[in-house]
């Protein structure tokens, strides 16, 4: 009798640890992945396709943007609600912007406003058109890196073209939790990982670039003083 008490005491005493160091793992987990699953498609949505086109024409200066195409995310995909003349595309990316593995994917919240030049309309953009499919379709972030390999593996998506490019210097942008607006800058898209070859994110050289082998291409940044509506840009911080 004495020894079973001694037990349920002892577990008594261990239940609260137990279900305190789980609790600790389960909010640490969730740290790591704030987002899970796709939320409701509504929230990524943003409320008149008007609003949509301004701020994804924020994304480049008036010059640029007033004569690009535009873009916008509907129930069924997106949709051309503007026609341009200049070959320039501008529209809002959404979380599935990032890599698949990213722990923001399904952030309802992310509005990355991008305006890209003819070559990056015609060989970049339909990367992620694709996957904007890919999500309405229900598919999972490991059937969607599948099936973007197999795309480009197969060369259902045209080859990157020389000098393709992007601008994101809307002052709207919110490119995630951490980084929110970040900096206005341009993007400029190269096929495989070129990083070395400009010598970027070195010691002291002005070279940003990212590496991205899911897409298959490096992106390397070049940072702007202004928003796209002229006010002055936040200072680098090193």
């Known amino acids: ?3 079973r008490s001694t037990k349920l005491i002892v577990l008594a005493f261990l239940l609260p640890v137990v279900l305190a160091f789980s609790n600790g793992q389960a909010q640490v987990q969730a740290e790591k992945t704030p987002y899970p699953a796709m939320a409701p498609l509504d929230q990524y949505l943003i409320a008149s396709e008007s609003a949509e086109a301004a701020l994804a024409r924020s994304a480049a ?8 195409d ?20 501008c529209l809002v990316e959404r979380s599935w ?4 593995d990213d722990p923001g994917f399904w952030n309802p919240k992310m509005r990355a406003p991008h305006c890209f030049n003819a ?14 499919r890919l999500v ?14 197999s795309a480009l593996d197969r060369k259902e998506i045209p080859a990157l073209e020389q000098g393709a490019m992007a601008y994101m210097m809307s002052k709207q942008q919110y490119l995630g939790d951490r980084d929110m607006g970040w900096h206005p800058h341009t993007m400029f898209f190269f096929a495989g990982d070129t990083a070395k070859s400009w010598a970027a994110d070195l010691a002291d050289s002005p070279v940003m670039a990212a590496n991205d082998p899911e897409e298959r291409i490096t ?10 509506d002229g006010s002055k840009a936040p200072s680098m911080m090193h």
Not at 62 to 67: E, F, M, Y
Not at 70 to 89: C, Q, S, W
């Open 1 to 3: 009798m004495r020894k």
């Open 61 to 68: 200066p008036a010059s640029i943007s007033n004569d690009a």
């Open 70 to 89: 535009v873009m916008v995310l509907r129930h069924d995909g997106y949709a051309t609600v503007a026609k341009g003349k200049n070959g320039f595309l």
């Open 97 to 100: 912007g990032n890599a698949t």
């Open 119 to 132: 070559a990056a309309a015609r060989t970049f953009a339909p990367i992620y058109l694709m996957k904007t």
């Open 136 to 149: 309405l379709a229900g598919k999972s972030q490991k059937e969607i890196a599948a099936a973007t390999a």
């Open 219 to 228: 992106i390397l940044f070049v940072l702007a003083d202004t928003w796209s």
